[in-house]
Every structure is written in C-alpha cells, then in structure tokens.
T-cell receptor
C-alpha cells in the first residue's frame, strides 16, 4: 500500500492562529480524505479532497474554518483556521485507490491549542 | 442515513481467551462495504478487512475471523487465543456512496498477560 507522510506529527498552537497540515503520498491515488479524531473518540470525516477543485465538506465543517487544497494526485493540505481549544484533536489524512477501496491512513497530526 | 454501532465500549480479557467484537450497521444502500480497522496505543490506524454486501462468506486470517450476517446487519470480529499485542481500539466502518467511511465509536480491547 501507499506510504503516507503527514507533517507536522504534533504541534502546540496559540488560540486564534492557523496551522497547515501536509499529507504527501509516495504514489498517485484517486481519493484523499481528511478526518478528525477528538481525544478518546471515533473518527469523523471533515472533507474529501478533490484534485484540482474545491473539497467536498461534511455537515458541520466549512471551508472557511478548514480550507483544503489538493493540487495533484499525491499531495493535500488541511488548514485549521482561527483555532480554539475545541480544535484540539488528531487530524488524519487517508488515501484510497477508489470508492470503497480500503483507506490507508497517515500517522496523524496531534494538535493542541492553548 | 448510514450508521455503525459498536455497543461494547471496552472489553478486558486474559491472554489466550477468545473474544468477539460486535458491529451492527444501518444502511439503505443495496451495495455497501464494511471494514474493520485496528488502532494500537501508538495511534496509527491499520486496515484489517473489507467485505462487500454480496459476499456473506465468513473469513479467517490466522487468529482473526469475521462473521458477516445480512439478516442481522452484523459484521462481528473474533480474535482466537488473544495476545497482549492485540490490545487496541478496534473500529468497524461502513463505506459511504462517496467513498467516505462512517466509523463506529470503537471497542477498546485490553488483553492482560
């Protein structure tokens, strides 16, 4: 399966700032997703990153708060904007070769907001 | 709407015991996919299995086995002769029509020596 590199692995940020998380894959993939996992909780999909077009956001997540880019088939970024303590979570990217193919996950970014 | 229920929040067993993790799903799709993932304490998510709705055969992989029953909308996961290394949170998930995964809340399995 693809090797997925996610950066940074962790960060501590100040309230009101923004952080961009990068997801790099070692091969071209059809689908890329961004999930959030709050402490001790399950995973919730934020959005599907679409190559060359705007991401598709799930209910409860908006582009102004979580802008996503996907300039090509191997790279995507997620920005967490104007952060508050409630944004403290693990953010994970995943990739898949197609719809309902197994998704493989990066190691995640552990984000803490003070 | 799709939904995945993992009623067992935490399970604790002693090494070598067998353990079954339950998963019940809801979907209106006639074609759908079910998945199991493992998240050990180190945090990475590990894909274990994918099953489509047309294949109800049970599957066995080493000490792991899966029982898919459409009649009860269940996709249960059994670990035989559990080991300490099996300690993790296990997630069941349903594949959505857009390729996204709907995850259950997870079952935390602790295997004690």
């Amino acid at each position: 399966s693809a090797v997925i590199s996610q950066k940074p692995s962790r960060d501590i940020c100040q309230r009101g700032t923004s952080l961009t998380i990068q997801c790099q894959v070692d091969s071209q993939v059809t689908m890329m997703f961004w999930y959030r996992q709050q402490p001790g909780q399950s995973l919730t999909l934020i959005a599907t990153a679409n190559q060359g077009s705007e991401a598709t956001y799930e209910s409860g997540f908006v582009i102004d708060k979580f802008p996503i880019s996907r300039p090509n088939l191997t790279f995507s970024t997620l920005t967490v904007s104007n952060m508050s303590p409630e944004d403290s979570s693990i953010y994970l990217c995943s990739v898949a070769e197609g719809i309902n193919q197994p998704q493989h996950f990066g190691d995640g970014t552990r984000l803490s907001i003070l | 709407a799709q939904k995945v229920t993992q009623a067992q929040t935490e399970i604790s067993v002693v090494e070598k015991e067998d353990v079954t993790l339950d998963c019940v799903y809801e979907t209106r799709d006639t074609t759908y996919y079910l998945f199991w993932y493992k998240q050990p304490p180190s945090g990475e998510l590990v894909f274990l299995i994918r099953r489509n709705s047309f294949d109800e055969q049970n599957e066995i992989s080493g000490r792991y086995s899966w029982n898919f029953q459409k009649s009860t909308s269940s996709f249960n996961f059994t670990i035989t002769a559990s080991q300490v290394v099996d300690s993790a949170v296990y997630f069941c998930a349903n594949g959505g029509s857009q390729g996204n995964l709907i995850f259950g809340k997870g079952t935390k399995l602790s295997v004690k020596p």
